[in-house]
């Protein structure tokens, strides 16, 4: 049972709190009609500062029901006030999504209750009512939990309002970002039906909706900040709505399954055996321009693993770098060192050294680094491509184990220094190469004289 105190707590609006704080110490003195009646003012003025918060944000519904309200006070027009208190609950619902159907059965059993503990006329002179006091007690926690605890965007604007903040290019990309900006926001605390139509929304859209990576990126941040600001409600949205999701997602759509069970742990099993054979049969056997959509995350999952490692060798340099934006994995490893080293341009070499060995730099291994420099020795499309130099400097950077590749380093180290074209561009390099290894800086020969030559 919600302790008292914390209601008060948790109720957002001041002048509401303090009518609650009313229903509180009628409860406690055993004034079960007084606190009912405390409990319906709470209500209605959470509801009516709800409005104001609205119409601040532009909604010109709620506008003109605040208008409307303030001249009936002014004329004492008694009649439009008792119908604007007696419909407040049921155009909450309707009119502004503030609460689902259900909450409004709640709170319309709260003004049942409330009418027969303020007005004698509606019982029998010698039937008082009398509410227990279990009920009154549910009737104040359910009007915290429903509304006054409650900011005041929920259902589709709620929905709508997240939607378009994962569209914006400055809504975070990953998870840990994600989850405080929207702790902050619509989702501090949410109530169950917004929980449930975001995931269930966002789960149809990654499902059946093609979205540049930028957009997919925030999508499947705010699903993961979502889990983790509901872990429960998460599991328990998913487990009941996934299979029937997935079953209806297009063949078409079959490498998004795979996507979106790859970066949500946990959810393969979640996907159906309908789902699974598809995107294992995808695998099997479909084309190359389909697959390399989602082959990265098929790396991830156990059940995918072994048929996504057989397209390794098959892969183009383009599937590659698709690969390895979805996920850096070791596997890969060798097949794009592969494409590298065969390069037979200088703008191959630029292009496959960036998007194929620069990604991989902190799982270099000493065979990766000897293979390594033997291309920059052996390779001129490599050696005097404009940025190879660069991108050298980047993958000994971030590589974690650079003082176990010495022999490799110190190839290319003396490429560096014996070739004109590479020194000039390398300078950076070979000083941090000197420091690393201990190599002997390199030095400018003297200037030949003119009378030591033979004629």
Known sequence: MVDLEEL???????????????????????????????????????????????????????????EALDKARASNDVEYLLRFERDIVRNSQSEFELLTPLEQVDLDRLFADRNRSAHPSLLAIDEPYRPSAELTRTHMEASVRILLSQPP?????????????????????????ATDFLRK???????????????????????????????????????????ALYPAEFKSVLGDNLEKIASNTPDSKTAQLVNFAGRLSDVWDLLGEQAQLRAMEMLNNGQEEAVKLCIGWALSLPALRDAALAWLPELSAESLVELLAQR??????????????????????????????????????????????????????????????????????????????????????????????????????????????????????????DADLPF
């Open 153 to 177: 965007i929920q259902g589709a604007a709620a929905v709508a309002r997240v939607f378009n903040d994962m569209k914006s290019e400055y809504f975070p990309r990953t998870v840990e970002a």
């Open 328 to 449: 850096i994995d070791r596997d890969a490893m060798p097949y794009c060192l592969a494409k590298w080293t065969g390069s037979r341009s200088w703008r191959s070499a630029e292009e496959n050294i960036s998007a194929l060995i620069v990604p991989l730099s902190e799982l270099l291994e000493p065979v990766d680094v000897q293979s390594i420099a033997t291309a920059f020795e052996s390779n001129g499309q490599i050696r005097y491509a404009n940025e190879t130099v660069a991108h050298l400097g980047q993958i000994f950077d971030r590589s974690r184990k650079a003082n176990s590749y010495k022999p490799s380093w110190a190839a290319i180290y003396k490429v560096l220094c014996d070739d004109e074209y590479s020194r000039m561009r390398s300078e950076s390099l070979r000083e941090k190469l000197c420091l690393t290894f201990g190599f002997a800086p390199w030095v400018q020969p003297p200037p030949v004289d």
């Open 8 to 66: 008060l707590e948790r109720t957002r609006d001041a002048q509401a709190r303090e009518h609650l704080r009313e229903a509180v110490r009628c409860y406690q003195a055993g004034s079960y009609r007084s606190a009912i009646v405390a409990t319906w003012v709470a209500v209605v003025l959470d509801l009516i500062s709800k409005f104001r918060e609205l119409e601040m944000t532009g909604n010109k519904a709620a506008g003109a029901k605040l």
């Open 185 to 227: 926001g619509a989702l501090g605390k949410a109530k169950e039906s917004l929980i449930r139509n975001l995931i269930i929304g966002l789960t149809k859209d990654l499902l059946n909706e093609s979205r540049d990576r930028p957009e997919l990126d925030r999508q499947f941040a705010g699903l993961g900040a979502i889990r």
